[in-house]
């Protein structure tokens, strides 16, 4: 069974976290953090930065480690290391995404996440404000 080794951003403005609804593949119409998988000679801080990017055409910083988790789908294992991180440049705009909405931590449960996010929601809900 394969292994695949991603990142994730939880980008925070105003005591809210940025959630994506995903436009296409396996997941598609569930709810995620954006980021995605790490490619041979960069960091995970330097993937996050380059897949956010691409997904939403703005720079992040990463400004503090927040969990790894691990989750078994069908046909994959997920090894996921998820950040915390601002926006430093522009604003986000849905390259591959279909949704995007700021949550509260009182609204963390509005939307479907994908299951391996869970253990991203009990971490905020314990962290939030
Ligand atoms: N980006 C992201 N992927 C997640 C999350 N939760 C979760 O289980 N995944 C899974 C779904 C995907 O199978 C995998 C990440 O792959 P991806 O499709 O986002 O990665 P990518 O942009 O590098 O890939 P690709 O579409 O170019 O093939 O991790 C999450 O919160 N964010």
């Given at each position: 069974m394969k292994t695949l080794n991603v990142v994730a951003?939880?980008?925070?403005?105003d005591n809210q976290i940025l959630a994506t609804k995903r436009g296409y593949g396996?997941?598609?119409?569930?709810?995620?953090?954006?980021?995605?998988?790490?490619?041979?000679?960069?960091?995970?801080?330097?993937?996050?930065i380059r897949e956010i990017k691409e997904e939403l055409d703005c720079?992040?910083?990463?400004?503090?480690?927040?969990?790894?988790?691990?989750?078994?789908y069908p046909t994959f294992y997920l090894k996921m290391s998820?950040?915390?991180?601002?926006?430093k440049e522009g604003t986000p705009k849905l390259l591959e995404h279909n949704d995007a909405r700021w949550l509260t931590k009182q609204q963390l449960n509005e939307v479907n996440w994908i299951p391996a996010d869970l253990q991203i929601i009990d971490y905020l809900k314990e962290t939030m404000e």
């Open positions: 951003a939880i980008i925070k403005k396996e997941f598609i119409n569930m709810w995620e953090f954006p980021g995605g998988k790490i490619e041979n000679n960069e960091t995970k801080e330097e993937a996050l720079t992040i910083e990463p400004t503090k480690f927040a969990l790894d988790l691990e989750y078994q998820c950040y915390e991180a601002i926006i």
